[in-house]
């Protein structure tokens, strides 16, 4: 093997082994460990309709299958109708409203961030609250 070869032999092999390790080895969750994250100490209400857009603060995409919206303490998790294939945590979810509620059987755009066009659009299923579990006192 030329010196020159073997200079680099250290850069292919660890080249390699990081193509090899999944991505939750770099700090990505997978979808259960994330969806866990979010209903940790919470307990699941009943099924809602629909949810208050303007009070939302925070949304998480979950593996293309869920979108996580957060009012106050309490997290919406959505388990999408159908869709799912352009749900991408890198696009941007925009929301048409005939109101101020965002319900079940809506759709959500999925734009690309970075070149502005539409990639395709999912249906929201119901809106399931997780609550923080009360304390005894």
């Not at 009012?71 to 799912?84: D, P, Q």
């Not at 059987?105 to 809106?127: A, E, I, N, Q, T």
Request: hydrophobic share 40%.
């Amino acid at each position: 093997m030329s010196p020159s070869v073997r200079s680099f032999l250290p850069l292919i092999l660890a080249a390699v082994a990081a193509a090899a390790c999944p991505a939750q080895a770099f700090g990505k969750d997978d979808p259960a460990a994330q969806l866990a994250k979010i209903t940790e100490g919470r307990v699941a209400g009943d099924p809602r309709q629909c949810i208050d857009l303007p009070q939302v603060y925070n949304t998480q995409i979950i593996n293309k299958t869920t979108i996580a919206y957060r009012i106050g303490n309490t997290w919406y998790v959505n388990k999408l109708r159908s869709g799912a294939e352009a749900l991408d945590s890198d696009d941007v979810m925009v929301t048409r409203t005939f109101g101020s509620q965002l319900c079940e059987l809506d759709s959500v755009k999925m734009v690309d961030r970075y070149g502005g066009f539409m990639r395709g659009f999912v249906v929201l299923g119901p809106f399931v609250p997780y609550k923080p579990v009360a304390k005894d006192h």
